[in-house]
């Protein structure tokens, strides 16, 4: 006869209740109470429909791929759908299973009702995509380590946590002092994105260690990785730039357009590398990332951790030039 949850719970010396929170992922039962369940459970290869295929699987349950989207960017589809497509191919080479959820479905919900989600749908790994400081419930679940994490784009680290990122403070360090040489230019605008982004900061401290460097004065706006808001910015500066930094390529795309309304041609350097510069009659120069890349690596790293390495900052490599029409054949 087969063995049921009262088994499981006799066997662990624990209540049949801390048996389902255990097997359904909710919050509240210690981490010794939790190898106690599992030991009993492997012990007596109980494997109840609900959870069966996780049990018998070394990478746990399925990996949730959590998109936190902006509002307010336009044309930023085609990075979203990079990270998905690498998500999505490491995925069917693992054998594993990735359930795409998109930031809005979370606005509202407390801690606990995100938890609830997750175990509702078997979803005990995560790798989340443009955190910003404003996610405090996702703060929260990643310092309690409740699941094996990887975030993309942010500075977490724990146990159970890696992150994965291009280096984003010396690229954008690397590509403004680049732009500088090339043009001598002496009044200079940087346009940053979401103030409270992490990948902000981030190319910021690039810009920043490049003014103390070369003793230089660059002004600095936030334009929220927007087009329009960049393109707003430049139109109505009193300045006539040299140079525009940019760290999107889209702010880049605003910026050049509200350049050539006011009469001025400015050099601008963009970030990211995205397929919209392919077509734009004006070559930018921007920072190449490989999107598709870093998602993949993403997965394979989520499903290391569940199989017990330790989290850890993991940096991939980019390239600067530029996006030509070409290019799009050959990707």
Do not use: W
Not at 31 to 45: M, P, Q, R, T
Not at 120 to 134: A, F
Not at 302 to 330: L, S
Request: glycine share 6%; proline share 2%; aromatic share 10%.
């Amino acid at each position: 006869m087969s063995n049921n949850i009262k088994d499981v719970a006799k066997e662990a010396g624990v209540a049949i209740s801390t048996v389902s929170k255990v097997l359904n992922n909710y919050p509240g039962v210690s981490e010794a109470s939790k190898k106690k369940v599992l030991k009993a459970v492997h012990k007596l290869n109980y494997t109840p429909n609900r959870v069966a295929s996780a049990l018998s699987s070394k990478t746990g349950n399925r990996i949730g791929l959590v998109m936190i989207i902006n509002k307010n960017y336009q044309a930023i589809d085609e990075l979203n759908m990079q990270y998905l497509l690498g998500a999505i191919s490491a995925a069917h080479k693992l054998k594993i299973e990735v359930i795409p959820i998109f930031s809005s479905f979370f606005e509202g919900l407390s801690k606990e009702e995100t938890l609830q989600y997750f175990s509702k749908n078997q979803i005990s790994s995560l790798v989340l995509y443009g955190m910003s400081r404003d996610y405090n419930v996702f703060h929260d679940i990643i310092k309690e380590e409740r699941f094996s994490v990887v975030v993309v784009d942010a500075p977490f680290i724990n146990d159970k946590t890696s992150s994965i990122m291009i280096n984003h403070t010396k690229a954008q360090y690397e590509i403004a002092e680049m732009a500088i040489k090339d043009t001598s230019a002496k009044s200079i605008l940087y346009l940053a994105g979401d103030e409270n982004g992490y990948v902000t900061t981030m190319r910021i401290n690039g810009i920043k260690g490049l003014m103390d460097r070369h003793n230089l004065t660059i002004d600095i706006e936030y334009a929220d990785f927007s087009e329009r808001l960049a393109y707003t910015k430049v139109l109505a500066s009193k300045k006539a730039y040299d140079l525009i930094i940019c760290a999107s390529d889209l702010m880049a795309i605003g910026a050049m357009n509200a350049a050539k309304e006011k009469g001025i041609n400015p050099t601008i350097t963009g970030y990211d590398g995205i397929t919209l510069l392919s077509y734009i009659p004006t070559e930018i120069k921007t920072v190449k990332q490989n999107f598709f890349q870093i998602s993949y690596e993403a997965v394979h790293e989520v499903n290391q951790i569940n199989e017990g390495k330790e989290g850890e900052p993991i940096y991939v490599a980019y390239e600067i030039g530029t996006r030509k029409y070409e290019d799009i054949f050959n990707n």
